[in-house]
């Protein structure tokens, strides 16, 4: 298992949860190596190369950009992923119905969401007219969601304000300069070091009695305004039944992937 970590550990419980289901029971019929990236996609890349010289029977990811991360350095090695992103878009699949490779798993719409995660916040901030947000852009998936939210942003005339961050270091000193009415909310995107991260944001923002949209269930229960997103541990409940069949012998191509199209609003 590849992850940044976070919120996807409840990925990791609910692929467990799954695979018991299924009734495989975990050290005897599977162990799970999970390999914790922390958000830095370099080590995600170098967690796949060790994994497939170790000959892993495959690998398991928990979000779009450890998906491709571990797809570009790997050659052989199937792998089960979970997309928040279009895997299609991003080449990790040829299609839903025929992924035609190595890869395949479960497609939660996460990226594509931003446009209505900005709605939402919209009408729960009805005066909101600046929004901030913080990614890495070198992550391509963090990039994706940026495009769709700023122009929904335009569409509807907010300010999308977009601070470029690479580092925990730099998002801390990112958030340590914003002030009381410089913006009215913090908008989350894609982005993975920042997820992990929530709890820096969701304190900050407090402090200076910011609301914020995030994409995880978890950083509301952490303290943050408010989510919108598809449970990630039912992301990972369904996608045990593609690990079970994979080491039973049958190939990810022939694996269709599975869309999930359960979404919650969840408010603090």
């Not at 052989?76 to 928040?84: D, S």
Request: aromatic share 6%.
């Amino acid at each position: 298992v590849i992850t940044t970590g976070g919120a996807w550990y409840q990925t990791i419980d609910g692929l467990r949860v799954g695979l018991r289901d299924l009734g495989l029971e975990e050290g005897k019929q599977f162990v799970l190596a999970i390999r914790d990236t922390k958000g830095d996609l370099k080590a995600a890349e170098e967690s796949a190369r060790n994994l497939e010289q170790e000959r892993v029977a495959l690998i398991y990811t928990t979000q779009t950009s450890v998906s491709i991360a571990a797809k570009r350095a790997t050659v052989e090695t199937p792998i089960v992923f979970c997309a928040g992103a279009d895997p299609v878009d991003l080449g990790l699949v040829e299609s839903f119905a025929h992924p035609g490779g190595r890869l395949t798993g479960v497609y939660e719409p996460g990226t594509d969401l931003a446009a209505k995660r900005l709605e939402n916040l919209k009408e729960i901030v009805p005066k909101l007219h600046r929004v901030v947000t913080f990614y890495n852009p070198h992550n391509r998936v963090a990039v994706e969601a940026a495009k769709f939210a700023r122009e929904a942003a335009r569409q509807t005339g907010i300010q999308f304000v977009e601070r470029h961050i690479a580092t925990v270091e730099e998002l801390q000193t990112g958030l340590g300069v914003l002030r009381t009415g410089e913006v009215d909310a913090f908008f989350e995107l894609s982005d993975a070091l920042v997820q992990i991260n929530d709890q820096l944001i969701i304190d900050r923002t407090r402090d200076i009695k910011l609301p914020g949209m995030f994409n995880n269930q978890s950083s509301v229960i952490k303290g943050g305004l408010a989510s919108y997103s598809a449970s990630r541990y039912e992301v990972g409940r369904l996608s045990a039944k593609y690990v079970q069949r994979i080491l039973e012998g049958v190939k990810p191509k022939d694996l269709p992937v599975e869309a999930v199209r359960k979404i919650d609003l969840v408010i603090n």
